[in-house]
């Protein structure tokens, strides 16, 4: 069974780093690209950067390029989200997912390719 499991989530205080895990089980990172997904309470789901099953190219929104890079591991089976800088507005719980090849990264923004959901972790960033 297809799953996708989220871990390194906690509380920072602004300006802070934090990273973020997603290992991958029942599928391998070379067939499906690893979007992240954020929700702040009380808000919609927004997806914020992505890693290509192609090419681990990386793709980032621009409310967190800059401050956010997205690494794979393949042997671990694993996606990293390294989040540096951290604001007051990151906060939410984050979720990764996964998108077949034949999508890859396009409509990493909407959630709309997504085949799989992990259950997320929250990230608090407060004072």
């Known amino acids: 069974q297809e799953q996708l499991v989220e871990s390194g989530g906690g509380l920072v205080q602004p300006g802070g780093s934090l990273r973020l895990s997603c290992t991958v089980f029942?599928?391998?990172?070379?067939?499906?690209?690893i979007p992240w997904f954020r929700q702040a309470p009380g808000e919609g789901r927004e997806g914020v950067s992505c890693?290509?099953?192609?090419?681990?190219?990386?793709y980032y929104t621009d409310a967190v390029k800059g401050r956010f890079t997205i690494t794979r591991d393949i042997a671990k089976n694993t996606v990293y989200l390294q989040m540096n800088d951290l604001k007051p507005e990151d906060t939410g719980v984050y979720y990764c997912?996964?998108?077949?090849?034949?999508?890859?990264?396009?409509?990493?923004?909407?959630?709309?390719?997504?085949?799989?959901w992990g259950k997320g972790t929250l990230v608090t960033v407060s004072s």
């Open positions: 997912a996964a998108q077949r090849r034949r999508y890859d990264c396009a409509q990493y923004t909407n959630g709309r390719a997504v085949d799989y």
């Open positions: 029942g599928f391998t990172l070379d067939d499906y690209a």
């Open positions: 890693i290509s099953s192609r090419d681990g190219s990386p």
